[in-house]
């Protein structure tokens, strides 16, 4: 069974930044694509970044792409979302999930305000 852990939201300053972690199990982390996407109040679910198997290609939505980073450690089955230059309308619920499936985490808040 797919299990996906969301930690590291929080409250944060615009400017501000935070690294959000994912553990994985129930499946061979290494050889699955994973993503990040985000909710915000009244919004659809939208995504953000995604990192191939190996790490070794990433892709942004382009209102993150300057700021945000993504990276994984396969050993420890993470996958990571840096978020740096924080703004308000980066405040939403974080989800992390398995590349070309339906499987999602239960979500990390993320709230930019003063």
């Known amino acids: 069974q797919v299990q996906l852990v969301e930690s590291g939201g929080g409250l944060v300053q615009p400017g501000g930044s935070l690294r959000l972690s994912c553990v994985a199990s129930g499946f061979t982390f290494s050889t699955k694509g994973m993503k990040w996407y985000r909710q915000a109040p009244g919004k659809e679910r939208e995504f953000v970044a995604t990192?191939?198997?190996?790490?070794?290609?990433?892709n942004f939505a382009e209102s993150v792409r300057d700021r945000f980073s993504i990276s994984r450690n396969n050993s420890q089955n993470t996958v990571y979302l840096e978020m740096n230059s924080l703004k308000p309308e980066d405040t939403a619920v974080y989800y992390c999930?398995?590349?070309?499936?339906?499987?999602w985490g239960r979500g990390a808040q993320v709230t930019v305000s003063s």
């Open positions: 999930g398995v590349w070309g499936t339906d499987d």
């Open positions: 990192i191939s198997a190996h790490g070794d290609f990433v």
